[in-house]
């Protein structure tokens, strides 16, 4: 339990960029046989510093604008060395952030979905998540198409996730279908009858 609470603490406050790998994945020889949990709440963005003031062209603006890395820690390689981990539960966002609130914070990108699929695929030991990603799937209501091919989630979560995805898709029809959740409370209720 230690290790558990150790790992994690590292992984919430690793800022990508910033904060040395080894550090996390020096402490695999010594937890690899002891943590069967992962819960991390939390992943830092890398941290975007403003460009020192004499790297602005003439007009103000950046020569050259780069993409800035926004990809959170990749678990992979620590994921693999976990002979024990049975389960992995993970948020992408900050805790806590307050005043600091930008949006940024919580961005998932194409780069972090790689990741993390490399990181599931990486770990054999994960149980059955099909019911953790079924209970996780409850408040998602947007969500309309899932692929589970090659995933190892048991028959019965399958079937249970693809009826979730169903009502979502019906949900879905019926809004479209509905233009009045697009119309003003007063227009909803129609005209007024002048000669009433």
């Known amino acids: 339990m230690f290790f558990e609470r150790h790992l994690e603490n590292l992984i919430k406050h690793f800022i990508p960029g910033t904060t040395d790998p080894a550090v996390i994945l020096d402490l695999l020889p010594l937890c690899r046989n002891y943590v069967r949990r992962l819960r991390v709440d939390q992943f830092l963005p890398p941290v975007q510093l403003p460009p020192p003031p004499g790297e602005l062209s003439d007009s103000g603006s950046d020569v050259e604008l780069e993409e800035p890395a926004t990809d959170h820690y990749q678990l992979r390689d620590l994921v693999a060395g976990l002979s024990h981990l049975e389960e992995l539960d993970l948020v992408y966002g900050v805790k806590d952030c307050g005043m600091n609130f930008e949006w940024n914070l919580f961005l998932f990108t194409y780069r972090d979905c790689h990741s993390l699929a490399a990181t599931i695929k990486a770990c054999h030991t994960l149980k ?4 953790q990603l079924l209970e996780g799937m409850s408040d998602n209501k947007t969500l309309l198409e899932f692929d589970l091919r090659l995933s190892d989630v048991a028959q019965e979560s399958e079937y249970l996730i693809g009826q979730a995805l169903c009502a979502n898709r019906e949900a879905a029809r019926q ?21 009433g």
Do not use: C
Not at 179 to 186: A, E, G, T
């Open 128 to 131: 059955d998540g099909g019911k």
């Open 175 to 195: 809004r479209a279908l509905n233009p009045s959740h697009f119309i003003s409370p007063v227009m909803a209720k129609g005209p007024e009858n002048p000669a």
